[in-house]
T-cell receptor, first 113, second 114 residues
Framework: DQQVKQNSPSLSVQEGRISILNCDYT??????FLWYKKYPAEGPTFLIS?????DKNEDGRFTVFLNKSAKHLSLHIVPSQPGDSAVYFC????????????FGTGTRLQVTL | GAGVSQSPRYKVAKRGQDVALRCDPI?????LFWYQQALGQGPEFLTY????????KSGLPSDRFFAERPEGSVSTLKIQRTQQEDSAVYLC????????????FGQGTRLTVV
């Protein structure tokens, strides 16, 4: 049973435009959410996180939005750059479990020139 | 080192062979995790250590999988009598161990069982 879902396996966006990556979760006990970025042949790299007490967290070009009632979060990248092309994983955890993460299946973002 | 280091990067094993995968976490990181990532999937939790104590091994798929971290630093994931379904990338991650802190991942070991 997939507790964290990324329903779009791929997304293509033009350079300079906004990229929006979506993630849904089913377990209402999750209270901490993270986005990881992964390049081929490398491990996932932490990008941004959000606690369930917030509905938005921003870091430079990256903003994560959390809608607890809908059990939905999204990652916005503005403006998108070719170097952003990678696979993005959404992950969720429970407070108190250190970093035991439940991952989605990933969305491959391609930023075109 | 500056990051999480895993070795070997690639391993080809014949079915039935035992393998050992090594993880060197970031110095001072209390928590260490192993994940398994099958092709086209997200990483899936295998096991978790806090220092040398294995606090959660609920994700280990069978008793052929064994992990240890005897001195609270380097960890080894051992797979006995490998099967083809064990083919995956095995990722190690470490963190400070405090709540809501991000985990830092190594590059992974790609295991192929033939």
């Amino acid at each position: 049973d997939q507790q964290v879902k990324q329903n779009s396996p791929s997304l293509s966006v033009q350079e300079g435009r906004i990229s929006i990556l979506n993630c849904d979760y089913t377990n209402s006990m999750f209270d901490y959410f993270l986005w990881y970025k992964k390049y081929p042949a490398e491990g996932p790299t932490f990008l941004i996180s959000i606690s369930s007490i917030k509905d938005k967290n921003e870091d430079g070009r990256f903003t994560v939005f959390l809608n607890k009632s809908a059990k939905h979060l999204s990652l916005h990248i503005v403006p998108s750059q070719p170097g952003d092309s990678a696979v993005y994983f959404c992950a969720a955890s429970f407070t108190g479990t250190a970093s035991k993460l439940t991952f989605g299946t990933g969305t491959r973002l391609q930023v075109t020139l | 080192g500056a990051g999480v280091s895993q070795s070997p990067r690639y391993k080809v094993a014949k079915r039935g062979q035992d393998v050992a995968l090594r993880c060197d976490p970031i110095s001072g990181h209390v928590s260490l995790f192993w994940y398994q990532q099958a092709l086209g999937q997200g990483p899936e939790f295998l096991t978790y250590f806090q220092n040398e104590a294995q606090l959660d091994k609920s994700g280990l798929p069978s008793d052929r999988f064994f992990a240890e971290r005897p001195e609270g630093s380097v960890s080894t994931l051992k797979i006995q009598r490998t099967q083809q379904e064990d083919s995956a990338v095995y990722l190690c991650a470490s963190s400070l161990g405090q709540a809501n802190t991000e985990a830092f991942f190594g590059q992974g070991t790609r295991l192929t069982v033939v």
